[in-house]
């Protein structure tokens, strides 16, 4: 089965740097790659995805690229803010089908 | 407001007596998946649907039954709860094409004493 890691496990940046989580898949059938935000106390929300035929996608401050060849993902959030604070976890899967694969997840903690 | 609603939000319970935790969504979705979250773990996916009377297994099913009658509900059925389920648990549900992201539930803390 599909295998997802995420690193780092934590991760703090000054307010207004850069901040870069990466992800690793073992299945070269996945093919559809979100990102979700979790806040203390709610569930996951989904803040960015990816599918197997584009190598970035961007939205705003948030970016997300894919290297198929070497099965890695990464999210990258420029000019982090205090409210950027949160867990953040990649995902893969394949379109289509609902066995998803989560990281164990990244904390991030921007300090003002 | 397009939401998948968890009830209730905390239970506690002890061992062996059987619970259910209900899901519900309004956005037509075909999709419904339960996780678990534990610290260390992220997020494991327990079972899936991918539309009415279509269920099956995800990654850690033992200890859990699902039903998909209708499809707006999708409730998660602890048969004889045990202390290694203490958990937080999730629902989420999407579309089966075009936007497959998920859209979650606030959650569910379970301890079983």
């Known amino acids: 089965g599909e295998n997802v890691e995420q690193h780092p496990s934590t991760l703090s940046v000054q307010e207004g740097d850069s901040a870069v989580i990466k992800c690793t898949y073992s299945?070269?059938?996945?093919?559809?790659f979100p990102w979700y935000k979790q806040e203390l106390g709610k569930g996951p929300q989904l803040i960015i995805d990816i599918r197997s035929n584009v190598g970035e996608k961007k939205d705003q401050r948030i970016a997300v690229t894919l290297n198929k060849t070497a099965k890695h993902f990464s999210l990258h959030i420029t000019e982090t803010q205090p409210e950027d604070s949160a867990v953040y976890f990649c995902?893969?899967?394949?379109?289509?089908?609902?066995?998803?694969?989560f990281g164990i997840g990244t904390k991030l903690q921007v300090i003002p | 407001e397009a939401q998948v609603t968890q009830n209730p939000r905390y239970l506690i319970t002890v061992t062996g007596k059987k619970l259910t935790v209900t899901c519900s969504q309004n956005m037509n979705h075909e999709y419904m998946s339960w996780y678990r979250q534990d610290p260390g773990l992220g997020l494991r996916q327990i079972y899936y649907?991918?539309?009415?009377?279509?269920?099956d297994k995800g990654d850690v099913p033992e200890g859990y039954k699902v039903s998909r009658k209708e499809k707006r509900n999708f409730p998660l059925i602890l048969e004889s709860p045990s202390p290694n389920q203490t958990s937080l648990y999730f629902c989420?549900?999407?579309?089966?094409?075009?936007?497959?992201?998920?859209?979650f539930g606030s959650g569910t803390r379970l301890t079983v004493v």
């Open positions: 995902a893969a899967s394949i379109m289509g089908y609902q066995k998803v694969t």
């Open positions: 649907s991918m539309n009415v009377e279509v269920t």
């Open positions: 299945d070269s059938a996945s093919n559809y």
């Open positions: 989420a549900s999407s579309h089966s094409q075009g936007t497959y992201g998920y859209t």
